[in-house]
């Protein structure tokens, strides 16, 4: 993962953590689900959404099982890099309710008036 810490807007922790971005809350969260927090490049785009980087498929797995159900998750093959395959697992902080609520939009009105997205949740 150190091909990661190459870059002035990435922080290289221990044990080859780096990360980009606002990070407490699933860097707690993990850590008190008992994923090893190791081997890995977390990019947060907020407080309720990111991705995080892995090496293998199966910490992949491991880092949406402990993040679920209070994230919603999707783990996929993220590319290779240097002739290793990354794996990436993407998170979106979940409403008590269990629905995904828009982690960048929070509120969006038309020009027209119509209200799109309400405290986050889109309108019908």
């Known amino acids: 993962m150190s091909k990661f810490g190459n870059s002035q807007w990435v922080t290289a922790h221990p044990n080859g953590v780096y990360t980009h971005g606002f990070l407490e809350p699933i860097m707690t969260v993990l850590d008190m689900r008992g994923f090893e ?4 490049f ?4 907020n407080d309720s959404c990111g991705t995080l980087v892995l090496p293998t498929e199966s910490r992949a797995e491991n880092a949406a099982v402990a993040l ?4 919603a998750t999707r ?13 990436a697992t993407d998170y979106q ?9 828009s982690s ?10 119509t209200v799109v997205i309400r405290d986050g949740r889109w309108t019908s």
């Open 37 to 40: 927090l190791h081997d890995l």
């Open 42 to 45: 977390l990019i947060g785009l």
């Open 68 to 71: 679920e159900p209070a994230y």
């Open 75 to 87: 783990v996929y093959h993220f590319g290779s890099r240097d002739g290793e395959d990354l794996w």
């Open 93 to 101: 902080r979940r409403a008590l309710d269990g629905t995904t609520l």
């Open 104 to 113: 960048v939009l929070t509120d969006l009105t038309l020009k027209d008036g």
